[in-house]
């Protein structure tokens, strides 16, 4: 279809809209390992390593959709080890060992997430400093080239997952162009704030990394056969960071609280002390009748 064609029908604007949306809900998870891996280094470092990471992301993103028919054949399965699981509801087998080159990708990927998450959480509990990516001082450890690369692996597999859930919505090339570049320039737009937010809030990294454990966990299970509706995920994802914005709002007001009692003059009485700094004594009452 043609260009003008796709800006005259209603049904391709629809296609674009919902494919955006999805794009950048397909992206949180892709932004939250850049802005925690980012916030690693030094901050002189950091918005250019996100600028870097997201740009990667898009470039990967157009190699693939250059390249949709092949992208297509991924799913075709490359070797088969012959188990599978019962019979679902609706007679698919709950999971399967025919797996393609996008299964192992994303199994890689998903290892590779789960080994991330899982250091990063050993590191935060441990209480002794160490040489790990970022020692108790807050002082980075891992340098800028480390970084690009494990955020350019990422890339490749959200962006191979991101591409599919695009041909899977539509069969026309520039909306998909188009729903990607807006997508990851929203990504752009949110990483600093995000990561910005991250950093200010200790409890929210533990949170972002329980995330990244439940998206690595749900990658090795869809290259297993096992499909997790995206809407669980992102609900369960949604509730969390809901309920840990009240904790964040509860700890502020008592902060603020605790400050203004600091801060506020003290009403509760005057010492003897105080009096007599400003020549004043106190002496006590007489009730003997004398």
Do not use: C
């Amino acid at each position: 279809m043609s260009i003008l064609a796709l800006l005259s029908d209603p049904a391709a604007w629809a296609a674009l809209a919902t494919l955006i949306v999805m794009e950048v809900v397909l992206g949180i998870d892709n932004l939250i390992f850049i802005s925690i891996l980012s916030n690693k280094l030094p901050q002189a470092q950091r918005v250019r390593v996100r600028r870097i990471g997201i740009s990667l992301a898009l470039i990967l993103r157009l190699a693939l959709l250059s390249t949709i028919a092949w992208i297509a054949g991924m799913v075709a399965p490359v070797f088969d080890l012959g188990l599978s699981g019962t019979p679902g509801p609706h007679g698919a087998p709950s999971f399967e060992t025919a797996f393609s080159i996008r299964d192992l990708i994303l199994i890689a990927g998903g290892m590779f997430l789960l080994w991330k998450a899982t250091k990063e959480i050993h590191h935060s509990m441990d209480p002794d400093e160490s040489g790990a990516t970022l020692d108790k001082k807050g002082n980075a450890m891992m340098g800028f080239g480390a970084a690009i690369i494990q955020i350019l692996l990422l890339d490749m597999v959200f962006s191979i997952d991101s591409i599919l859930t695009a041909i899977g919505m539509t069969d026309d090339l520039p909306v998909m162009i188009v729903a990607v570049v807006v997508a990851l320039g929203v990504m752009m737009l949110a990483a600093t704030p995000l990561a910005n937010f991250i950093a200010r809030n200790p409890t929210v990294v533990m949170l972002a990394l329980g995330f990244l454990l439940m998206i690595g966990a749900v990658l090795i299970a869809d290259g297993f056969g096992v499909h997790v509706p995206k809407g669980y995920i992102y609900s369960a994802m949604a509730f969390s960071a809901a309920v840990e914005a009240l904790n964040i709002a509860a700890r502020k007001a008592r902060e603020r609280k605790r400050a203004a009692r600091n801060t506020g003059p003290d009403t509760a009485g005057l010492d003897t002390a105080g009096l007599e700094t400003s020549g004043l004594e106190f002496s006590e009452p007489d009730f003997s009748g004398h």
